[in-house]
């Protein structure tokens, strides 16, 4: 502590002319200067400082990787629910498809035996009129 002198901010780089060999001067505000001319004025980030900064940010996106992770797991979870519902909806409206082709088949061939038997109740019909006029 002998070595460290306290200072104004103003008298710091007339004053360090005079340093001797480990001598060190700071102000109240948080300026530094040194014997061998390294000097820092206040609010200056220190290497320290910054890898703290980095420190933190590295975490919070530590933070938000695992978070993404998480989210992403959800939607591929999502995505293959998806998948699977489109592919099953898929099959049954295959099978719907076929099931009405197969009606509209059967209801043509309705139509044709109504249609048949209509003919044959008309010439049955005739008959029997010239049937009844004999």
Same mark, same amino acid.
């Given at each position: 502590?002998?070595?460290?002198?306290?200072?104004?901010?103003?008298?710091?780089?007339?004053?360090?002319? @005079?340093?001797?060999?480990?001598?060190?001067? &700071?102000?109240?505000?948080?300026?530094?200067?040194?014997?061998?001319?390294?000097?820092?004025?206040?609010?200056?980030?220190? /290497?320290?400082?910054?890898?703290? &900064?980095?420190?933190?940010?590295?975490?919070?996106?530590?933070? $938000?990787?695992? *978070?993404?992770? *998480?989210? *992403?797991?959800?939607?591929?979870?999502?995505?293959?629910? @998806?998948?699977?519902?489109?592919?099953?909806?898929?099959?049954?409206?295959?099978?719907?498809?076929?099931? +009405?082709?197969?009606?509209?088949? *059967?209801?043509?061939? +309705?139509?044709?035996?109504? /249609?048949?038997?209509? $003919?044959?109740?008309?010439?049955?019909?005739?008959?029997?009129?010239?049937?009844?006029? /004999?």
């Amino acid at each position: 502590m002998a070595q460290i002198g306290v200072i104004d901010s103003a008298q710091g780089e007339a004053m360090q002319a @005079a340093l001797k060999t480990g001598q060190r001067l &700071v102000s109240k505000e948080g300026d530094l200067w040194r014997w061998d001319g390294y000097s820092v004025q206040a609010g200056t980030a220190s /290497a320290a400082g910054a890898r703290l &900064v980095e420190r933190s940010r590295l975490e919070a996106l530590k933070v $938000h990787k695992t *978070e993404a992770l *998480e989210t *992403e797991t959800s939607a591929e979870t999502a995505l293959t629910d @998806a998948s699977t519902r489109t592919e099953t909806s898929g099959q049954r409206t295959k099978a719907l498809r076929q099931q +009405a082709k197969d009606n509209h088949g *059967e209801l043509d061939r +309705a139509r044709e035996a109504i /249609a048949a038997a209509e $003919h044959e109740a008309q010439a049955n019909s005739k008959q029997l009129g010239a049937l009844a006029e /004999a």
